[in-house]
């Protein structure tokens, strides 16, 4: 499986900033996946990273609020902008290696961000 | 509305006896799922999988039952060991993927 880098780890934000978090796959990938993880939830699908096009955002998720790129097929980055209390979250990076449908995701160690 | 439930938050099993894990999906166009294993401060890894077309995969110790008429999938441990203690979330869709909320299993010795 692919490996699977996320920069920053962690980071502590000021309400009203905006921090941008970096995905990098060691190699070539199909599909790329942006998550969050609220203290005691579930994994939530924000986004699907196209390469080349404005990513496909879930319900509830907008661009203005996380804007997505995806240059190219290993790097992709989301920013959660306009940071309040309730987006301290993990954000999770995920990849999908296969073409098929039946090709499992894989995930980074994701980005546990805590906004004051 | 969540697409993907695991109605149990917790589950306690000796070492040695089997874990059943269980998830329900109520998207009847899911035709792939997953089920990874999460442990704090790292992100999830994926264990094992079924597509729509099969009603069991096994992997060693885990095996994975789907039965699509009750919209309901399962993860059998067996034997379970304490390494195993971690959280266990499924996933399900078609392309992109739904997760439920997650079983903390504790695996005693």
């Known amino acids: 499986s692919a490996v699977i880098s996320q920069k920053p780890s962690r980071d502590i934000c000021q309400r009203g900033t905006s921090l941008t978090i970096q995905c990098q796959v060691d190699?070539?990938?199909?599909?790329m996946f942006w998550y969050r993880q609220q203290p005691g939830q579930s994994l939530t699908l924000i986004a699907t990273?196209?390469?080349?096009?404005?990513?496909?955002?879930e319900s509830g998720f907008v661009i203005d609020k996380f804007p997505i790129s995806r240059p190219n097929l290993t790097f992709s980055t989301l920013t959660v902008s306009n940071m309040s209390p309730e987006d301290s979250s993990i954000y999770l990076c995920?990849?999908?290696?296969?073409?098929?449908?039946?090709?499992?995701?894989?995930f980074g160690n994701g980005t546990r961000l805590t906004v004051t | 509305d969540q697409q993907v439930k695991q109605n149990s938050p917790s589950l306690s099993v000796q070492e040695g006896r089997i874990s059943i894990l269980n998830c329900d999906y109520t998207?009847?166009?899911?035709?792939?799922f997953l089920w990874y294993k999460k442990y704090p401060a790292e992100g999830p890894t994926f264990l094992i999988s079924?597509?729509?077309?099969?009603d069991k995969n096994e992997d060693g110790r885990f095996t994975v039952f789907l039965n699509k008429s009750a919209k309901h999938l399962s993860l059998h441990i067996v034997p379970s060991q304490p390494g195993d203690s971690a959280v266990y979330f499924c996933?399900?869709?078609?392309?992109?993927?739904?997760f439920g909320s997650g079983t903390k299993l504790n695996v005693k010795p």
């Open positions: 990273a196209n390469q080349g096009s404005e990513a496909t955002y």
């Open positions: 079924i597509s729509s077309i099969k």
């Open positions: 190699s070539q990938v199909t599909m």
């Open positions: 996933a399900a869709g078609v392309n992109k993927f739904y």
């Open positions: 998207n009847s166009m899911f035709d792939y």
């Open positions: 995920s990849v999908k290696t296969g073409s098929s449908y039946n090709s499992p995701l894989h």
